[in-house]
């Protein structure tokens, strides 16, 4: 896989439940972002990660999200207690150089993406 | 705080034109800025990515240049091709981290054959 991947594609939940959402970024990239996308919209920040420490996470929402990369490698979105407003397209990226040093060599690559809806 | 802002929202061209999509940044302490193409049901994918000391890249029929102290960057396309639509993003990379990209809204491509 040369890509980043996300699991799974297409999630439908009821509101109240918890969800998690899976990142597997391309081998060997050390950063690792969230973000979310509304239609019509541009993707916004959630957080990100530089191996498995949490660097900025500014743009969670509330603390019913919540990321994690224990590893270093797969990334986990979690959010709980889901309620509709949180219904849309959630994307994982990745890159190689370090984010916060040089960022002028950051290219980000991004997954295809998981659709949530909140029933 | 960084705005990025693309114009215009849509576009629809005939097949074989050139054309110029615009994205403009309030902030322009930038170190890079990223163009992606979105296509419907896909994830976003990297275009070109020009370094703050650059002024133009290039992949095949794309050119993007960049002009930080007036805060713009145009993404070129020449002879458009039906496969060139789908939505066109800039971003930025904003905060001292430098990990918080700030996207525009994109333009909507639309290349009729």
């Known amino acids: 896989g040369a890509g980043v991947s996300q699991s799974p594609r297409y999630k439908v939940t009821k509101r109240g439940q918890d969800v998690a959402l899976r990142c597997d970024p391309i081998?060997?990239?050390?950063?690792l972002y969230w973000y979310r996308q509304a239609l019509g919209q541009g993707p916004e920040f959630l957080t990100y990660f530089n191996y498995e420490a949490q660097q900025d996470k500014s743009g969670l929402p509330n603390d019913r999200f919540s990321a994690e990369r224990p590893e270093g490698s797969i990334s986990t979105l979690t959010i709980q207690r889901t309620e509709q407003r949180d219904s849309a397209m959630y994307r994982c990226?990745?890159?190689?150089?370090?984010?916060?040093?040089?960022?002028?060599?950051?290219?980000?690559?991004f997954g295809p993406g998981t659709r949530l809806t909140v029933l | 705080k960084q705005e990025v802002t693309q114009i215009p929202a849509a576009l629809s061209v005939p097949e074989g034109e050139n054309l110029v999509l615009n994205c403009s940044f309030t902030?322009?302490?930038?170190?890079?800025l990223q163009w992606f193409r979105q296509d419907p049901g896909k994830g976003l994918t990297s275009l070109l990515l020009?370094?703050?000391?650059?002024r133009e890249q290039t992949s095949g029929r794309l050119n993007a240049s960049l002009d930080k102290s007036s805060g713009r960057s145009t993404l070129y396309i020449a002879a458009s091709q039906p496969g060139d639509s789908a939505t066109y993003l800039c971003?930025?990379?904003?905060?001292?981290?430098?990990?918080?990209?700030?996207f525009g809204k994109g333009t909507k491509l639309s290349v009729k054959p």
């Open positions: 902030d322009s302490a930038i170190y890079n």
């Open positions: 020009i370094q703050s000391s650059q």
């Open positions: 990226a990745s890159s190689f150089p370090l984010a916060g040093g040089d960022g002028s060599y950051n290219e980000q690559f």
């Open positions: 971003a930025v990379p904003y905060g001292g981290s430098q990990g918080n990209l700030i």
């Open positions: 081998s060997g990239h050390v950063s």
